[in-house]
């Protein structure tokens, strides 16, 4: 019996050896890819954690500039900021409060720069698409308004879609093409939630152009004529 068993241990032995020999070097190469990607996957989230905690310092520095009103300070941190964590999202926060208050001192040119550069190098679509409709406010307030409109023509979120329409009548308007103004301002009030604040302001503008936003929102569309460039 013992030698029936020790002839049964050896040639399983021998299929084990077999079958490594023939797929032993496949076997080990899948083992390090997965362990490696584990292990990088492991050093990628590291890192990314490592940035956003180091961005967010910065940021601060940021935010303490804006508050204080130091804009030569503000523009040296968002310096930093950007040069160091450009792809860390605090940046992207910094730098949309830094142009906020550039903007709001009189610092128009160094407003749009920063602007466009969260427009155009943000990795998150959100922070992008908000960057794009403050980018066209600045553009619109310097009656640049091909500019403006060509911020507002690529492609957004859906969620930004209202805002985005709302932007776009804001431009039209000032061109003095009333008519294209109200059919953005009618779709943005008629995507917008029902219970946003923000309806309101647009509910307002149609008001003025002479479009009873009630009636739009019942279906019987507005009470002031779809065309001409006259409310």
Same mark, same amino acid.
């Given at each position: 019996?013992? %030698?029936?068993?020790?002839?049964?241990?050896?040639?399983?032995?021998? *299929?084990?050896? &077999?079958?490594?020999k023939?797929?032993?070097?496949?076997?080990?190469?899948?083992?390090?890819?997965?362990?490696?990607?584990?292990?990088?996957? %492991?050093g990628? *989230?590291?890192?990314?954690?490592? *940035?956003?905690?180091?961005?967010? =310092?910065?940021?601060?520095? =940021?935010?303490?500039?804006?508050?204080?009103?130091?804009?030569? &300070? /503000?523009?040296?941190a968002?310096?930093?900021?950007?040069?160091?964590?450009?792809?860390?999202?605090?940046?992207? *926060?910094?730098?949309?409060?830094? @142009?906020?208050? /550039? #903007?709001?001192?009189? $610092?128009?040119?160094?407003?749009?720069?920063? /602007?466009?550069?969260? @427009?155009? $190098?943000?990795?998150?679509?959100?922070?992008?698409?908000? @960057?794009?409709?403050?980018?066209? @406010?600045?553009?619109?307030?310097? +009656? $640049? !308004?091909?500019?403006?409109?060509?911020?507002?023509?690529?492609?957004?979120?859906?969620? #930004?879609?209202?805002?985005?329409?709302?932007?776009?009548?804001?431009? /039209?308007?000032?061109?003095?093409?009333?008519?294209?103004?109200?059919?953005? !301002?009618? +779709?943005?009030?008629?995507?917008?939630?029902?219970?946003?604040?923000?309806?309101?302001? =647009?509910?307002?503008?149609?008001?003025?152009?002479?479009?009873?936003?009630?009636?739009?929102?019942?279906?019987?569309?507005a009470?002031?004529?779809?065309?001409?460039n $006259?409310?």
């Amino acid at each position: 019996m013992a %030698n029936q068993l020790d002839l049964e241990e050896q040639e399983q032995l021998d *299929q084990v050896r &077999h079958f490594w020999k023939q797929y032993g070097n496949l076997i080990t190469g899948v083992l390090i890819a997965v362990f490696g990607s584990m292990a990088a996957w %492991n050093g990628w *989230q590291y890192w990314q954690r490592s *940035q956003a905690a180091q961005s967010a =310092v910065l940021y601060d520095e =940021v935010d303490r500039a804006a508050q204080a009103g130091d804009l030569e &300070h /503000l523009q040296r941190a968002m310096t930093d900021i950007r040069s160091r964590f450009a792809g860390a999202l605090p940046t992207q *926060q910094a730098v949309l409060l830094g @142009a906020k208050v /550039l #903007f709001e001192n009189g $610092k128009v040119d160094a407003a749009r720069e920063a /602007l466009g550069w969260v @427009a155009d $190098k943000s990795p998150d679509e959100g922070y992008q698409a908000i @960057a794009r409709l403050r980018l066209a @406010a600045v553009l619109l307030d310097g +009656k $640049k !308004y091909d500019e403006a409109l060509a911020q507002l023509a690529g492609s957004f979120p859906p969620s #930004f879609a209202p805002l985005v329409a709302d932007r776009r009548g804001d431009v /039209l308007r000032a061109q003095g093409k009333t008519a294209e103004a109200r059919a953005e !301002y009618s +779709k943005a009030y008629g995507t917008m939630e029902r219970n946003a604040e923000y309806r309101q302001l =647009v509910e307002v503008k149609l008001n003025a152009l002479g479009v009873d936003p009630q009636a739009l929102a019942a279906g019987t569309g507005a009470s002031a004529p779809a065309t001409g460039n $006259k409310p």
